[in-house]
């Protein structure tokens, strides 16, 4: 047994959180920023935070991960970090030269009250910052929220930067909410067959999924260009995937710019996917082409092909929030019951949403905001289940438990796949399925006594 | 990819210009002390400066202090909860990343390595203080576990909102009576690198639990092994071959540690130091509170291995240990030397480029000679101007402002348990037939002249080394590795090593040899360009069948 | 033990096949002609064929498959099947309306030697093929080759309605071989964003993997028009994917119709995917554009990657040969090694060809064309292998033997994905290598001791 | 889906005309004669033409005399081998597709079902002959393997080139001593359907195997259990029961069968049929050899299981057993009740179509009929009049050239072995009793009047029986399947029972009950139209937050 301590009874704990489903807010706002074109994030701290946030990424996406850091020393961290993060933009652009720096803070310049904008000021006023480039700065407090939160801040940065203009520009925003660089993409492929005019930010495919071509770019192809992220001031609309994730730009390009918005759920699965692109043709006033009826099509006639092999499934699921509420939803619509639900990210409305969606199921559903995965191997253990999804971490739940486990969610540290291959949208539900029933059958396959072993299934 | 790259030339001035032209006076001026080209000055050698600031914006592969003392050093220690104070991210990074292997649960010891604790520390917490929240939170780790000891950690937020996690410590430690609690300030913008919490770690093991086991350990060649950490199971097979000899560790700082080896550390006879950056204050302690010799040894290479033990022998100096090292040595070189007949007309002749930590560095250049590979640049990620130049600069180091921040312990003979091993004359009459004691001679004098030493190297000055200098190999970490392979080049980490190991020791040499050989010799770096981009006119007319 | 009774000793069989890796002319036929828009296949045999060619490839796409059956009974085996099939086509287009019937033979019509062509001429002569329909017709004897050379023969009846004309139509014929509905779609994709205008066929695409949406088509929308068939006579070129499956049409066309062809390999991995984009690129005279040398580029990424997993590692194969032979280049390519390979269907070629692309690897290479499973399976009793790689039935040596299992090939019988996921050129080589890491590193997850149980991978 | 169709109303008339109006006049003619409207004429019951030819061109659900003999009957035993002499092909696709599933090798036996096997034959062998190679083969498979006994099955060509299996099969049983061997002439062009098969796999059977057994049965209640193949475990759930009750089933042909079972035939005392159409001409040759009589049974359903027991019992007549079967129903009856209460208020109401077989298109509506579940549409895939209007009509039914052709073997009383199990007057009594004889009564009166049964249905007219009737469910086999869903309604394979099963006796009907749940009441069938498509106009103006 890897997890060995792991009690099967269960005891309440106020302070120790023991095997967390969440980090901390910077990785989110790194990540975030490596979606916009030419830009280098920037962590204002002590270099261990970017060192960290860096090597996680990597080992997410084996790919090289960029981003900088104040490198606050003792001193630093006493009589604040201003003159380190000045001396970091003019080293920055010097060096590295990017189109833009996307600052995030950390508990420590939070704790002792470093203030970007003035910051941001005094390097603008010592000449520090190239003409035509960009500083943007996101408060990020490690202490409060989850990763999660630190990508929706800096999102919402993003969005500060968006200027109201006189004419619109006819374009709808996407803000995609934390999904893989493959999932933006198809994201992408779906507007554009159904005709809408959009800017997504943050966009990070071509960035964290690049080839190997001899050549080594710091700033690769991909990425939304800084001038489209101000123009999303101009569009016609937003449409935010995703409450934890995007809400918050999404409403602050509303009320700043006058762009109003819809916040609907990430497009994982048949149901919610059905909502997004339903939306989109409504807004461009296009209708749906054939193509994605057809894609539509296919993954409701695997739904309806493998139905027995799902139907009445246990699972446990981790993840982050809005992740998670679309994957239940999804589980629920092809009659599995997700009994074991759990994000490591705070906030009541995510059991309410879960509770929604599964009250027509009838097993008992244990859920939680701001659970951790100590807790999710005990639910376990009292009432296993069939399958187990969410990240690379859950494998010692797997292993130790015998449950089946498809990995989904982050970080995924020891597989390939979810950088090039969509989950999100209709195909990426032929491939949520597809893994789903992999691991389901292989399972029948290991175990099934000789005399009923199947060939065909 | 090699062959190409054998014929490159290059003047090492030229490149250390190179490399600095890009920066800002300021920052050059700085960098230009921490690149040295390896070459021989009138009556002097080339002085480094090590062990100072990074400077802020130049993307470095340096971490902080807390991942000094919690990752490296307490991290392998298996029986001992490790509870982080502070923001959830910090123990959220610092879990399961570092490949601590231990086989501890065999002999009945709690592994705690695969759970992640953490106060998970909210603003609430920042403003009005985390005290009470730590200490609730080594209750219920108590009483759900009941482990041996709990080890607290402190992050930024810690020490600049004042919690005093040792008081906190102190105090559960009394209220428990049968479990070991204490505290480390290794908040992470103390010191300049991971050196700093190195220090910070070993200092409290050194104050709260060496000297603290009941139990006598009674065999024969009690040695500590400091300063390995069984990356890859790099300590198992350093520990097979010590069986093997009959030589018994006592204990490893902190490799595949538990409690009770910590604990019993006083009772070794030597002290066998492998990586002399974090570890060799700790090395001096135990000699001068508990009597204990130490000798710098290195298990990285076949060659280095047998001459450690041999090293080892010596200092035992009885006939009967002799021979057993000298039989074990020519029980395991045959393996070792057909692996290297095997690989080495494919290997040789290729060059490496070698930044990582504070020996390896060093350390892993024998395996590469061995291979008839040539290192021909190299520099450490925290490494001191000793491990550098030696020990013989560390009288003339200054104490900068960064290092005066680490709590430096002065330790005294103890007045029960201080036993010298060894006599001034015995100690004596070993210098004299070579042995050296508290001998380091750094990683300079091993390098060819016209190399490259590079301190603290930076992405930047990666890219352009690798650009440059063309090598067949790169070795860092998980932050340089595709920024590199992007380039074409294969990149070894030598951190992680990739999930592979172990490489010390004799089998840790002939897995190395076959891992290099991949790397340096698959066809899978010649995939790089496609046809059309290798002939990209469009003239061309398809010649059919 | 599943297959208990198999013997490690292997001794040699002259007229006892067990466990075949191949299967009859017909299916192959059938297969084919579904990849023509409007055709109903048709068996002109007893009853018996029809319905299990149907029930194979329905089990294998999960899709309805139609094809009609000349229901031979004893009385038509002895005085021959014309009344049957002229009435069969009759019943045919009066019920099924299809716009093309592509009639197979079986073992049974070749041996009592019914002669197609006369047979369409007795039926065209009593009225029974309305204006504009087409008949087509490929002999498919049982006993000669496999369900390869039906395939290929059915491929060879298409382009013998091609038709000379006086100008160039200025497109590229591919004919893809038997690969899946989904690689056809890549192929095509690929074509097109090269520039090239091609016409494929066959082409099963959005006939085998079609939506659920309520309604029945038994001509679903896909397949290639007859109309571009028979203009593949004014081609410029013809690439033909396979030797087994494709090389007799394309030459057909160039004797027939002075269409010059190339025989290539099928695009499975790099280097046979980098050969096709070439000569495409070549003939179109287009240039790549960097779309696709990115996708390139990322399956070099993922091989360099995660090289050190698959190196060396010893591979069992089992398929048809084009697809065993672009595999095989593929597994060598990247430093596997496959040490036993086997193909069902007949030809010395075969050995040769893997013998060729194994020369450089070091360990002894089993080969056979003409094999069968149960001699794979004893190779692996005798040589044991870390990864098979086959069709469904070689689940049951997986079991019995332990070794990771990566289904690949026809038919799948048991698992979902293939008809919908390309495993051809760059992405399909991406989806190989991350199942093929998929199983290898579960195995390594499940077999770790404790104390080396790794996170990362 | 289901609410909106129970509604939907049809004329069985009307019904019948749009089925036949689309083809041709020769084959309308002959379809009208096997669509039936199940109603009640004058003083007559409606007749129904089956086990006739399929039309060409026709797509039929049908498989051919190879399938019935090798596939069906001859596939479930386990430690028979199975050697096909013909091209690879049709081994091929009998390989490990029909769910065969066997517990043989718990009492030692082989099992040679994993393997298929075949002479491969080639195009030399077609214009040479085959039995060289047959006979070579034959020894291979024997050296290899060493079986009890090895069957050889011919395909199409085999015939028509006149190689003779059956001398082939005698000199090589007579050359090993040891091992049975006895060859098919299973040609897929005889007959026009399985059922052709069926009989020829049983003949030879009863003329090579039964009666071969050295070994006498002695237990109590000894029966023969014929027609049930044990797919989806059905014969291991009947088995279950039985031996709760104390039946021995001796032998069932052909699930779950090996070679002594079906040697042992001759030693039961009672032959209970379930498939009576592929297997009751078995039943009268055990009767007219060994004096076994034999009745129909029903275990598909759990009343059906219950009433099919009863009958067993009153036929040994023994107090002792007939408690016992009562004690049995009563322990198993509780479980189906609870099923049937918690899924009744889901499927009552909801109406099935059913084209399988030649028998379970009539059991399985015993178990919908439990379910509160109307068939409205049925028919049989290679049943015979016998099966739609009962043995009564067996006199009148005339043999045409296809069936003549197939073997009909006449067997008499054996000197030795004959021995009526009951003397006339015991069977009068138990006649007298209601416990009726080789009696079979067939599907139509099982039926509701106006309900429409379809013989040998083919894809056309399954398409338009659903468009038309909208039922709620559809069960045939695998070709069906999907062009059925395609049409939204839910389909269920009998034959193979979609992997699930199994669906007799007690526990499977629980098992039926819960699959037909899923299937009638699955919110996924309500997938196939997204939004855009029910709402397709493009004003609608969209709703900000």
């Given amino acids: 047994m890897l997890l060995r301590h792991t009690p099967k009874e269960i005891t309440e704990r106020k302070a120790l959180m023991i095997n967390p489903a969440k980090t901390c807010q910077p990785i989110g706002a790194m990540y975030a920023a490596l979606g916009i074109k030419g830009c280098l994030p920037h962590s204002h701290g002590s270099q261990g935070c970017c060192a960290y946030h860096r090597s996680t990424l990597t080992r997410h996406y084996k790919e090289p991960i960029s981003a900088a850091t104040s490198s606050f020393t003792e001193g630093a961290s006493v009589f604040g970090g201003q003159a380190n993060l000045v001396q970091a933009i003019d080293n920055i652009f010097t060096v590295y030269n990017p189109e833009v720096i996307a600052v995030h803070t950390t508990c420590l310049s939070e704790t002792i009250g470093d203030d970007l904008p003035q910051i941001f000021d005094k390097a603008k006023k010592d000449k520090k910052v190239p003409e035509g480039k960009t500083l943007l700065g996101a408060p990020t407090p490690s202490y409060v929220g989850s990763h999660v939160t630190g990508f929706s801040n800096m999102v919402k940065a993003m969005a500060a930067l968006a200027q109201p203009g006189e004419h619109k520009n006819g374009k709808i925003n996407i803000i995609p909410g934390w999904v893989e660089p493959s999932d933006m993409e198809e994201i992408k492929r779906l507007a554009d067959l159904v005709g809408a005019k959009t800017t ?258 | 990819m090699g062959k190409a790259q054998k014929m490159v030339q290059w003047d090492p001035h030229n490149i250390k210009e190179k490399l600095l032209e890009i920066y800002p006076p300021k920052v050059a001026r700085k960098r230009a002390k921490q690149i040295m080209i390896n070459e021989a000055l009138e009556n002097t050698t080339p002085e480094i400066v090590a062990n100072v600031r990074t400077i802020p914006g130049i993307i470095t592969m340096r971490g902080c202090t807390y991942a000094g003392c919690k990752g490296v050093i307490m991290g392998p220690a298996s029986d001992i909860i490790n509870l982080v104070h502070g923001p959830i991210g910090c123990s959220f990074y610092a879990w399961l990343t570092r490949r601590n292997q231990t086989d501890g649960i065999n002999e009945g010891n709690e592994n705690y390595i695969p759970y992640c604790m953490s106060t998970d520390m909210q603003d609430s917490d920042i403003i009005f203080g985390g005290e009470k929240k730590l200490e609730a939170a080594i209750q219920e780790a108590y009483d759900i576990f009941h482990p041996k000891a709990i080890a607290v950690f402190a992050t930024c937020p810690v020490g600049l909102i004042g919690d005093d996690i040792h008081q906190v410590a102190k105090t559960m430690k009394e209220k428990f009576g049968d479990c070991n609690v204490f505290a480390f300030s290794c908040e992470g913008y103390k010191g300049v690198s991971q050196s700093a919490g190195h220090h910070i770690a070993n200092n409290q093991v050194f104050t709260h639990v060496v000297g603290d086991s009941k139990e006598e350990k009674t065999d024969k060649y009690k040695i500590n092994l400091l300063g390995e950490y069984n990356i890859g199971g790099d300590g198992f097979e350093i520990d097979r071959i010590f069986d093997k000899c009959g030589i018994t560790n006592i204990s490893t700082f902190s490799g595949n540690s538990t409690y009770d080896k910590f604990a019993s550390a006083n009772q070794a006879d030597l002290s066998a130091v492998m990586c002399h950056r974090s570890i060799n204050y700790v090395a001096d302690m135990l000699e001068t509170k508990y009597g204990i010799p130490w000798i710098k040894v290195n298990f990285i290479g076949a060659g280095a291995t047998a001459k450690s033990l041999r090293k080892i022998a010596q200092y035992f100096g009885e006939q009967e240990l002799i021979d057993r090292v000298e039989k074990v040595i020519a029980e395991e070189m045959p393996l070792v030397d057909a692996s290297i007949k095997d690989i080495f007309p494919r290997t040789t002749g290729k060059t490496a ?136 080049v294969p990149m070894k980490q030598l951190h992680s090593y990739d999930s592979g190991g172990p490489y010390a020791g004799f089998k840790g040499a002939v897995n190395f040899y076959q891992e290099i050989d991949r790397l340096v010799n698959s066809k899978v770096f010649s995939y790089l360009k496609a046809p059309w981009q290798e002939q990209p006119e469009l003239s061309a007319t398809y010649v059919w069948e």
Same sequence: chains 1, 3.
């Avoid at chain 1, 569009?235 to 918050?248: I, M, N, Q, R, V």
Wanted: proline share 5%; glycine share 8%.
């Fill in chain 2, 353 to 488: 480029m070698i930044f990582v930590g504070g020996s390896r560095a060093h350390h892993y250049q024998e395996l590469f000679n061995e291979m008839g590979m040539k290192t021909i640049s190299a520099g450490y990620e925290f490494g001191h101007r000793d491990d550098y130049e030696g020990r013989a600069v560390i009288p003339s180091l200054k104490v900068d402002a960064d290092s005066r921040n680490i709590e430096e312990i002065h330790v005294e003979a103890d007045p029960e348990l201080y036993k010298p091993r060894k006599s001034p004359e015995e100690i004596a009459a070993l210098e004299k037939d070579g042995l050296a004691f508290k001998a380091y001679e750094g990683l300079n004098p091993d390098m060819d002249s016209d190399t490259v030493i590079v301190d603290d190297l930076n992405q930047y000055e990666a890219e352009k080394l690798v650009e440059l200098m063309k090598p067949d190999l790169f070795c860092a970490g998980i932050k340089e590795k595709y920024s590199i392979q992007k380039l074409g």
């Fill in chain 1, 200 to 457: 997504m930010f943050p966009d990070t495919s071509g960035v964290l999924n690049g080839p190997m071509t001899g050549e080594y770019k710091m700033f690769p192809e991909g990425g939304t260009p800084i001038a489209e992220i101000k123009d999303s001031g101009n569009a016609t609309g937003t449409l935010a995937l995703g409450e934890w994730c995007s809400a918050d730009a999404a409403r602050l390009l509303d009320t700043k710019c006058k762009v109003p918005c819809s916040i609907l759920d990430m497009p994982f699965g048949l149901q919610a996917t059905d909502r997004f692109i339903d939306a989109l043709r409504t807004i461009a006033g296009t209708s749906v082409p054939e193509e994605i009826s057809v894609e539509r099509g296919k993954l409701v006639d695997m739904i309806t092909d493998m139905h027995q092999y799902v139907y009445g499934k246990k699972v446990a699921l981790v993840g982050d929030p809005d992740q998670v509420i679309a994957m239940t939803e999804f589980l629920v619509s092809i009659d599995m019951c997700p009994v074991h639900i759990i994000t490591g990210t705070p906030g009541k409305k995510f059991e309410k949403r879960i509770k929604e969606l599964t009250k027509d199921m009838d097993c008992e559903v244990n859920v939680k905001a701001k659970g951790d995965m100590f807790l999710l191997h005990q639910w376990i253990k009292n009432e296993p289940v069939d399958l187990l999804i969410g990240n690379t971490y859950c494998k010692y739940i797997a292993r130790d438990e015998d449950v089946p486990f498809v990995r989904w969610g982050f970080p995924i540290l020891d597989r390939q796949g979810h950088q090039h291959f969509p989950t999100v949208c209709y195909k990426g539900g032929l491939r949520l399925l597809e893994q789903m029933l992999g691991v389901l059958l292989d399972r029948k396959d290991r175990d099934d006594e000789e005399s009923k072993f199947e060939l065909v299934l």
